[in-house]
């Protein structure tokens, strides 16, 4: 176990000292996800940090953060490998210019590592001085079931297999991370594979202490004012609810507005980097900024 993850408390400081602000929750199930060498799967809302977790893990080890970013009709080709074909043209007509091809060598030649385009699951296979490296797999329910089917074969046993080229198997099982937006239901057999955790919006006092480590230039009065209102807003009916990160987006542009305090003006000017839809913008045209500023300032207690 690396020193930054001894313990639970341990683990909660390393990830602090990286920006991220967790709880003790979050914290326990990452020390035993690195303790007991089980992917994480991490489910919840868009913008709560579930990506930045990856990415503080990797910081606070040393290691290298290896991305797989999920799409609708992502394979396991894609996942894994592919063979440089421009390379490969250019070899063969090289070959063909000289008159002396041999097909058999020139196969083993156009099917070796020279021309192989390592992608992110087998990035992550191959050995490294730092250590096994963190797999960020991000938003697997975009994917379809034949590739978590895939996955969870290749992360049982840690290893992909290349026809023309053999299997490789990790040395060490790299630190996997999924994620999930939960679009649809993730199968079962891959979540019984992993430690689950739901990721959920931070109440206020850690959304403050959030706010304070990403954006510390920011005055503490206007944090707690931002913070306030993305919760208040939180309780609307609304079609896209702000996650930390637009709270985070939201107190940058303020601060490039030089803004001192919320008003319904500023709030009305600002809407585009809180809220994603226009429906939703549309909800809070009028008073309605007004009266969530109002309460959202009435519930602030003294700083």
């Known amino acids: 176990m690396s020193a930054p993850f001894s313990d639970i408390d341990a683990t909660q400081a390393s990830l602090s000292q990286q920006d991220y602000i967790c709880g003790r929750d979050l914290a326990t199930v990452v020390f035993l996800s690195l303790r007991l060498g089980r992917p994480l799967f991490l489910e919840g809302e868009a913008g709560v940090g579930k990506t930045e977790i990856a990415k503080a893990i990797a910081s606070a080890l040393g290691r290298r953060l290896i991305r797989l970013q999920c799409y609708e009709g992502l394979d396991a080709a894609s996942a894994v490998y592919e063979w440089n074909f421009a390379a490969q043209m250019v070899a063969i007509r090289a070959v063909e210019a000289e008159g002396n091809a041999d097909k058999d060598v020139l196969q083993q030649q156009l099917f070796s590592s020279d021309y192989l385009i390592e992608r992110p699951l087998l990035q992550a296979m191959r ?79 850690r959304e403050v202490q959030i706010l304070n480590a990403r954006v510390p230039e920011a005055a503490e009065a206007l944090s707690r004012e931002v913070v306030a209102f993305v919760q208040k807003l939180r309780t609307e009916d609304l079609f896209k609810k702000p996650g930390v990160a637009e709270t985070i987006d939201w107190a940058k542009c303020l601060l490039a507005l030089d803004v001192i305090n919320l008003s319904p003006d500023v709030i009305a000017d600002t809407l585009g980097a809180i809220l994603k839809y226009q429906d939703d913008i549309q909800k809070l045209q009028g008073s309605e900024a007004k009266r969530l500023l109002d309460e959202a300032k009435a519930e602030l207690a003294p700083v």
């Open 127 to 205: 050995p490294d001085a730092a250590g096994p490296p963190v797999l960020l797999i991000d938003e697997l329910d975009r994917t379809d079931e034949p590739f978590e089917a895939f996955l969870l074969e290749a992360l049982s046993d840690y290893q992909v297999t290349i026809p023309e080229l053999g299997t490789i198997k990790a040395p060490e099982p790299p630190i996997v991370i999924l994620t999930s937006n939960r679009t649809r239901e993730v199968h079962d057999a891959l979540k019984r594979r992993c430690l689950y955790h739901w990721v959920d919006y931070p109440n206020f006092d």
